[in-house]
């Protein structure tokens, strides 16, 4: 890589920074001030090329995109700079040199709570892509003092702890005081007119100021270095003296402290008033914030909004930043003093919006009557929104009102963010190719047919350089010595990979690779969870979101199911596998945390059977986050997608197994459809009924007692349940499945699980075959390059942005 830095130029940013930060040389120094030194260095580095790269965007005029979402997973940043500048293997000889091992210093960083699951992964993955084939990017998100939160395990249940990665963790940020704007709450508007202008004027409102700061964002192959933009929100007045002075101190902070209320948590439990009230406010604050600074940047370039269309693409990453049409709208228009048609006309130009689910639940509605309050401006704008569109949709649908009705943004006191993101938006994709044709067919089959042109797909890809060149170092190694390096920089050239799927020597080295990749991981979890596993058993792995319709209940019935067969026969033909499961249910979310705590119980129930525990183990790792996955990605065998065929947008995890070496079970969806396509059904275990058979299921009416009547393993197991594990009856859950007041087994756990132990006989009974197994292994690494970020983002410039990159 071109003007990579020497040892020497090393040694001495880091002896600059221990001098100018701590006052202290290298032989005074600690491992954590090596470590915070040894950020600043790195950050130089990248504000070196960040400024650079900057440069060539304003000299070419180049279109930029800019990518709002309310998550960014962006994990530990320290290893991932180093790799992607190319310079690792120069600051661990230098600090070796210095007395410090850079594995040491890299477990000093913790994981920015900036995110929470697949979606701020995803985005994590596409900022990486962008900055890797040199695209101009900006990334909009808040800048949280907690994440989501710690979970901690206590005899099965679900702890919610403060996720505290602030203050120490803030050495990549560079606070910018200097482009700090003001976001508008409450209070009521009315219009004035003057010379032939409608001012808007705000009375009564609350003002909180947006801080921001920013982290560099490096690529792996491309010289780009793009920025994640965070908004911390800070009290306009900051301090009231008076009442200070009174003695009431906690009045004289009280509104500060209200306004830093907004960049306090990640996804505040929204199971009360106040809750839903809090995401209204930071969903606004996100996007008000970062519309002022795009525009001020676009103007401060081009001096002009006419072009805004040319020179920016918006993009919304699912529903939560949907409120940047409104408010675009009302910057152009009560800011600017753009005509309504022509700011419209700019908006559905600039805007485009990615739907990441089908469930009802999470297609954001807001009551009219609270938005209308918190949002007085933005609540008159969407009515007009709305009343522009329904008068469109009129036309086009002359007298069908129960479709317009359907369509319309405010209907029954509810303001639905998915319609507006729809109506405002000028492309609209879903994330696998199934979920975008049921998007079309289903959710937002009435939009489809008005603007048919407007969906289209992307499926989702994975920082491929991340997942397996960084995390996986000896599989890489191999892929270097077998099809070359190029794949590092070209996804694609993994297929190449293929060519080796029938050379012994080499699925031997895949043996070998996977073996050390499992004592690996067992070690790591021994020392930082306390937790020994065997890795001479079957990794098989379920690492996701808990939520009902991803199944994690499926899976623990088939545990059951084996463990059921154990305690008849400890001696049965059952090859020793080590379950783990890794997730977090949301604070208000019951059900997923009682099938937490299922799992935990039949893992200690486990635990008393000594014989029984040599073929069969359970595990829940507790507070999954993006270091443990890169840990666990390179050791799994058995990769648990097994969603309800039709529910499961795309997955991520799915694609970091693949390419890792893990092979797949799991039903038709989401990106499941087309990793069968890549691999061919041969190399993959799917099972189960399809979406369409979901819904034929559904409408003739779904009956969960029949399967557990005809089928007397899933009864013993579902049985079980009502005896319990460990000392704890789990009858509710049985209930659940068999004698719900509303709809019994809602995600179909029962009508799968034939299939799904049918299945798995098949994928235990090939893994003995150690050829086959590491022959459809690298099969499935050959395949996986197709679910690079890289092409993701490609397609989205091509043919959702008209983005091109900046090389010279």
């Known amino acids: 890589m071109a003007n990579k830095q020497t040892a020497s130029e090393i040694r001495e940013a880091l002896n600059s920074k221990l001098s100018r930060y701590f006052g202290i040389s290298e032989g005074d120094a600690d491992i954590k001030q090596i470590y915070q030194a040894t950020i600043l260095a790195v950050r130089d580095a990248l504000a070196v090329r960040n400024k650079e790269f900057e440069e060539k965007v304003t000299k070419n005029q180049a279109k930029q995109v800019y990518y709002m979402c309310m998550e960014f997973l962006i994990g530990r940043s320290l290893k991932m700079n180093l790799c992607n500048l190319g310079i690792e293997e120069e600051y661990r000889k230098v600090l070796k040199k210095m007395g410090f091992d850079l594995e040491d210093v890299y477990e000093l960083e913790a994981d920015p709570g900036l995110g929470n699951g697949g979606l701020g992964r995803l985005a994590s993955c596409f900022m990486d892509a962008l900055a890797s084939q040199d695209y101009p990017a900006r990334g909009y998100c808040i800048l949280y003092e907690y994440g989501l939160f710690k979970q901690r395990l206590v005899d099965g249940e679900q702890l919610e702890l403060p996720d505290i990665w602030l203050p120490d963790d803030q050495n990549w940020l560079v606070p910018r005081h200097d482009r700090a704007v003001t976001v508008r709450f409450g209070g009521h508007v009315r219009e004035e007119w003057h010379d032939g202008h409608c001012e808007i004027v705000y009375e009564n409102y609350d003002e909180v100021e947006a801080v921001p700061y920013d982290m560099l964002i490096s690529g792996g192959v491309g010289k780009a270095v793009n920025t994640l933009r965070l908004w911390k929100a800070r009290d306009i007045h900051n301090f009231n003296m008076e009442a200070f002075s009174q003695g009431q101190y906690l009045k004289a902070v009280e509104e500060n402290t209200i306004a830093e209320t907004i960049s306090k948590v990640l996804y505040p439990a929204d199971n009360h008033h106040e809750g839903k009230l809090l995401r209204l406010t930071q969903q606004y604050f996100l996007v008000s914030a970062s519309l002022q600074n795009i525009i001020w940047r676009h103007l401060f370039r081009f001096k002009s909004l006419d072009n805004l269309p040319d020179k920016v693409a918006i993009h919304i990453n699912d ?197 050390a990749n499992k004592v690996d991981f067992a070690n790591y979890i021994k020392k930082t969870k306390g937790i020994t596993i065997d890795p001479n058993t079957v990794f098989d792995v379920q690492a996701k979101r808990l939520h009902e319709y991803k199944r994690q209940l499926l899976n623990a019935l088939n545990v059951i199911n084996l463990y059921v067969k154990l305690k008849e026969n400890p001696d049965a033909d059952i090859t020793p596998a080590t379950f783990i499961f890794a997730a977090k249910a949301a604070p208000g979310y019951y059900t997923a945390k009682d099938i937490i705590r299922l799992i935990c119980y039949i893992a200690a129930d486990i635990e008393k059977n000594p014989k029984i525990r040599e073929k069969l183990r359970v595990v829940f790792l507790e507070n999954y986050n993006v270091t443990l996955a890169e840990h666990l990605m390179p050791a799994a065998e058995v990769s648990e997608q097994i969603s309800l065929a039709g529910k499961e947008a795309s997955g991520t995890g799915n694609m970091k197994f693949m390419i890792n070496g893990a092979l797949t079970i799991g039903t038709l969806d989401g990106a499941n459809v087309e990793m069968a396509e890549q691999v061919g059904r041969d190399n993959i275990y799917i099972f189960g009924h399809t979406a369409e058979e979901v819904n034929e299921l559904w409408s003739k009416g779904y009956a969960s007692s029949y399967y557990y009547n005809r089928n007397p393993d899933l009864k013993a197991a579902v049985d079980a349940l009502q005896v319990g594990f460990n000392g704890r009856s789990f009858s509710d859950i049985a209930n659940y499945l068999l004698y719900s007041f509303g709809v019994s087994d809602p995600f179909m756990c029962l009508a799968d699980f034939d299939f799904y132990t049918e299945a798995r006989r098949k994928l235990f009974a090939d893994y003995k075959d150690r050829e086959k197994w590491n022959r459809m292994a690298a099969i499935n690494i050959a395949g996986a390059g197709f679910f690079a970020a890289d092409r993701s983002i490609k397609e989205y410039a091509e043919n959702i942005w008209n983005l091109k990159p900046v090389k010279k």
């Open 319 to 515: 529903t939560h930043p949907a409120l940047c049409i409104p408010e675009l709208m009302r910057i152009l228009i009560d800011d600017h003093h753009v005509a309504w048609d022509k700011a419209w006309d700019i908006v559905t130009r600039t805007v485009s919006y990615t739907n990441h689910t089908v469930l009802p639940e999470a297609l954001e509605c807001w009551n009219e009557e609270l938005f209308a309050l918190k949002l007085p401006r933005i609540y008159a704008i969407i009515k007009e929104i709305n009343r522009r569109f329904c008068a469109d949709a009129w036309e086009a649908f002359m007298g069908d009102w129960d479709k317009i009705g359907r369509m319309s943004i405010l209907n029954k006191g509810s303001v639905r963010m998915a319609n507006l993101s729809v109506i405002g938006s000028h492309t609209v994709n879903g994330v696998s190719r199934l979920h975008s044709e049921i998007l079309k067919e289903t959710v937002f089959e009435d939009y489809n047919d008005m603007y048919p042109e407007r969906f289209t797909n992307v499926t989702n890809g994975i920082a491929h350089r991340k997942w397996l060149c960084y995390s996986n170092p000896r599989l890489a190694s191999l892929l270097d010595e077998t099809i070359g390096p190029e794949y590092r920089a070209d996804a694609a050239q993994l297929s190449k990979f293929a060519n080796f799927a029938n050379d012994s020597s080499v699925l031997a080295r895949l043996d070998e690779i996977k073996k």
